[in-house]
Nanobody, 127 residues
Framework: QVQLVESGGGLVQTGGSLRLSCAVSGRTVSSYSISWFRQAPGKEREFVAAISWSLITNYGDIVKGRFTISRDDAKNAVYLQMNSLKPEDTAAYYC?????????????????????WGQGTQVTVSS
């Protein structure tokens, strides 16, 4: 059974930093793409960042240059380092795994490509 568990969310002031973690079990992160999405109240879920099994990273325009996604194969985990946080980054953050084994190219930004999701971790940025 595949499970993803996010952690690391919290309350931070504008300009601060947080590091989110996504612990994965039942699927090896070195063989599947892992992505982060977020959803603010009243808004649609949106793509944040992704790392492919081959370590290709890509980012949503809204976070490019501020967020960094990384992976620890020994821990079977993926991380999202978030710097220069803004109030508009306030949202629930979810990690998800693409169901396609060793898909070539960068990870997809399309939610329907992801078959397992975590329960989310809340990030709140105060102004």
């Amino acid at each position: 059974q595949v499970q993803l568990v996010e952690s690391g969310g919290g309350l931070v002031q504008t300009g601060g930093s947080l590091r989110l973690s996504c612990a994965v079990s039942g699927r090896t992160v070195s063989s599947y793409s892992i992505s982060w999405f977020r959803q603010a109240p009243g808004k649609e879920r949106e793509f944040v960042a992704a790392i492919s099994w081959s370590l290709i990273t890509n980012y949503g325009d809204i976070v490019k240059g501020r967020f960094t996604i990384s992976r620890d194969d020994a821990k079977n985990a993926v991380y999202l380092q978030m710097n220069s946080l803004k109030p508009e980054d306030t949202a629930a953050y979810y990690c998800a795994t693409d169901g396609r084994f060793r898909r070539l190219g960068p990870a997809s930004r399309v939610m329907s490509m992801y078959d397992y999701w975590g329960q989310g971790t809340q990030v709140t940025v105060s102004s």
